[in-house]
């Protein structure tokens, strides 16, 4: 994987080295002779500077290659999934001792989970659903890992993700960031799809976080950890897999990965609380890291006399498409009736988390209401729901921890609309979203892209991979608008 270069550049090299994905116990850390000679019989032979002894006169080759070998260990400590025997024994003891709420007549899903499909979901979570199976699944197609990343004022919180690199070296790095109740699952889908090498469309390097409190990846224990500080997660855990230039998807972005990493760019993709943290690390990072995202959650203020007053004297006069018509009906269906779970995760988290991180069965009904509203009348298995809600509950923080976003995203003062960026951002409307605004409220200088779908809701990635993908794909793929955007990563085997 890497080129022959001059000793003009051996620096960079040094301090972009890419590192074994060995197991833990194998692992440089563990066996740090090993490999400091490993590496010096690498740039023997790729800087072709003779035996050796010779790099020995330079210490500040072995105090960067030293400081790289110990980030690089750090950030790719391989992660599988084991949830330990008596914690599935515990669930099944807890699902044993359920007690169902009564139901009125008729009631569907108007009131919330329909009775009868909790109980049904119940009872095979008790006796038929095969956690191992799916576990093993994970495994088998997610590679995963762990890093400790530092968080200013926080302390370090050891953060659990899916990093899948293409085949092809100039591939586009993505980062992908879910929202809740989502989670690293997300990406399974479209993983495959986004590192296809194909002359047709792009290729990407794709990196899913687990933000904390989520999944296996380490909650914080102090309050006030909101958008600022998920977004320096993200883009730290980028950084210390060696991709200094990204894109963002919300659901999480493109990450570049490159052994020589001159500048390396990122882009990133995002829906839900992705959307808004990729946002965030737009502003924050935008131009120097982050080269550019895309989200199936777009956000905008909407016009008023006072702000943007030429758009709203535009939204007088333009008429709207059917497309936003329904788009606005379905945007007011949520925040009259879908809501509410809202007002409760962003005022009393801790009130609820204890029906949360106590019953699985509160879990699973907190949940499923959420799975079959928020999408497209998505086919759901029984499985399906099971392996989502599981990850929850077997989750390192517990359940309760994921929704603390609400709350402190709530007390910093900040909206939805987020903070001001300006790097090129792509646009895809699925028409069961839970927030769906007219398509010129929306536009600027730097959206660059925008994809319209007859189907599809809540949970893209999910729900239809292989349209979110394909937008991705000409979002940066040859003669798309952000073609190029990280450099030297085009997507495409040179």
């Known amino acids: 994987m890497l080129a022959p270069i001059t000793t003009a550049v051996h620096t960079q090299l040094i301090t972009s080295f890419p590192l074994s994905t ?3 116990e194998n692992s440089p850390l563990s066996h740090g002779s090993h490999m400091q000679l490993e590496s010096r019989v690498i740039l023997q032979d790729k800087l072709n500077i003779g035996s050796p002894s010779g790099l020995e006169q330079s210490p500040d080759i072995w105090r960067l290659l030293e400081t790289n070998r110990t980030q690089r260990t750090m950030s790719r400590t391989p992660f599988t999934i084991a949830v330990p025997d008596e914690e599935l024994e515990l669930l099944k003891q807890k699902l044993d001792l359920t007690r169902f709420p ?41 590679p995963q890992f762990t890093s400790d990343i530092e968080v200013e004022g926080f302390g370090s919180l050891n953060i659990h993700y899916v990093h899948k690199e293409s085949e092809v070296p100039s591939a586009v790095p993505l980062l992908f960031v879910h929202g809740w109740p989502g989670s690293f699952l997300e990406v399974n889908k479209i993983l495959p799809l986004l590192v296809e090498e194909s002359p047709d469309h792009p290729s990407f390097h794709v990196v899913a976080v687990g933000l904390p409190g989520y999944g296996f990846s380490e909650a914080p224990r102090k309050r006030g950890f909101a958008i600022d500080q998920y977004a320096e997660v993200s883009h730290k855990l980028m950084l210390s897999l060696g991709y200094n230039e990204y894109g963002e998807k919300a659901f999480y972005s493109q990450n ?44 905008a203020v909407p016009p008023h006399p006072w702000h943007r007053p030429g758009l709203y004297l535009r939204s007088l006069v333009t008429r709207l498409t059917p497309a936003e018509k329904a788009g606005l009906v379905r ?17 009393q988290p801790q009130t609820l988390g204890y029906g949360l991180a106590d019953s699985p069965v509160g879990l699973l009904g907190w949940i499923y209401e959420k799975l079959l509203n928020w999408t ?11 392996t989502w809600i599981s990850i929850y509950w077997f ?19 900040a909206d939805f609309h987020g903070p001001i960026f300006n790097i090129p951002t792509g646009y895809s409307f699925f028409p069961r979203e839970l927030r769906i605004l007219p398509r010129f409220w929306l536009r600027a ?28 794909r000409k979002m940066f793929g040859k003669g798309g608008p952000a073609f190029g955007v990280v450099s030297s990563h085009g997507g495409f085997r040179s």
């Open 256 to 299: 570049l990965v490159s052994c020589l990493m001159r500048v390396l760019d990122q882009v990133t993709q995002g829906g839900d609380w992705g959307a808004i943290i990729t946002r965030t690390i737009a502003a924050k990072y935008g131009g120097k890291h982050s080269k550019a995202l895309h989200t199936n959650f777009p956000v």
């Open 445 to 472: 200088k730097h959206v660059v892209f925008e994809s319209e779908h007859g189907r599809g809701g809540h949970f893209a990635a999910y729900e239809r991979p292989q349209e979110l993908v394909g937008d991705l």
């Open 22 to 24: 060995a197991t833990a």
């Open 102 to 142: 009564d139901e009125l007549e008729n009631a569907g899903r108007d009131y919330g989970a329909p009775l009868k499909d909790i109980q049904r979901l119940v009872a095979y979570w008790k006796d038929g659903y095969d956690w191992r199976k799916h576990e093993a699944e994970l495994n088998n197609e997610l």
């Open 376 to 386: 497209d009348d998505y086919p759901w298995t029984d499985d399906e729901v099971l």
């Open 331 to 347: 945007m007011e269906w949520f925040y009259k009736e879908g809501r509410g779970y809202f007002a409760e995760q962003s005022t």
């Open 395 to 413: 989750s390192k923080a517990g359940p309760a921890a994921s929704v603390r976003i609400y709350y402190e995203f709530t007390k910093t003062g």
